[in-house]
């Protein structure tokens, strides 16, 4: 079971990083248009302080929340990916690679972000994960995070349990993990974690998690 999860995890991430050169052609309703709404959704945020974001991808959401933050940091496991993101906020950023399923923070900050990732953590590795947010964060700080509801299932071509089986434009196909939360489901199980967290329904049937650190 550990071994399965280690593969698909290790496998997920060979797919980002063959994904990187097609992704913003393919993500965030690149067609429908979705991401004309990312900056207004950061504005509303309320962010502020030093910000940590996690798997930034291409740097869609980077390049806004380097507007609000004081010093922003912005990991991802994927070399190409964050060349990219490079490419499109090459200033006030701090890109560092990092596989965040074996990530030890040594700093910490008022603000951990992440968008599109929740939803790729196996259930196995959740409790864990977790345990790296808590203790990225200051005291009082905040964990936010955006991803899919379960009404946005239907993209997912084939899916059977946590597994998505995802195809590239050269025809290579993949597994990843993809974990559509409920907010009532997703914020309970937080509070097992002694995480205080409000999960929104917004736009474009995506959630938003906010989330306070549990007292030590
Ligand atoms: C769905 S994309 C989200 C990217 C970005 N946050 C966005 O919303 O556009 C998932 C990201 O997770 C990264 N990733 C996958 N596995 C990872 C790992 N083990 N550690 C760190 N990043 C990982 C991928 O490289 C990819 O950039």
């Known amino acids: ?15 980002y990083r063959a994904r990187a050169a097609e992704y913003d052609a393919t993500s965030y309703g690149a067609v429908s248009g979705e991401r004309a709404s ?16 996690l798997a930034c991808g291409t740097g869609i959401w980077t390049a806004e929340l380097v507007r609000h933050a004081a010093t922003l940091t912005a990991l991802d496991g994927a070399p190409e990916m964050l060349e990219l993101a490079r490419q499109r906020v090459p200033t006030g950023v701090r890109f560092e690679r990092v596989d965040l399923f074996n990530w030890t923070p040594t ?9 599109a990732w929740l939803s790729h953590v196996p259930a196995d590795r959740f409790a864990g994960f977790w345990s790296s947010v ?4 200051r005291p009082g700080g905040r ?10 299932s239907f993209h997912e ?6 597994v998505a089986i995802r195809t590239l434009q050269d025809g290579t196909t993949h597994e990843v993990v993809k974990v559509f939360w409920e907010p009532d489901d997703l914020a309970s199980r937080l509070a097992t974690l002694e995480w205080q967290a409000s999960v929104t329904p917004i736009e474009h ?6 989330a306070t650190r549990p007292p030590q």
């Open 1 to 15: 079971m550990v071994e399965q999860v280690n593969d698909l995890v290790a496998g997920q991430l060979r797919y």
């Open 38 to 53: 990312v900056p207004a959704i950061v504005d509303r945020l309320g962010i502020s302080g030093d910000v940590i974001e």
């Open 107 to 115: 700093e910490s900050w008022d603000v951990v972000f992440f968008s």
């Open 134 to 137: 808590e203790a990225a964060l």
């Open 143 to 152: 964990a936010l995070a955006l991803d899919e509801l379960p009404s946005r």
């Open 157 to 162: 071509g084939q899916i059977q349990g946590e």
């Open 205 to 210: 049937g995506w959630f938003i998690l906010d």
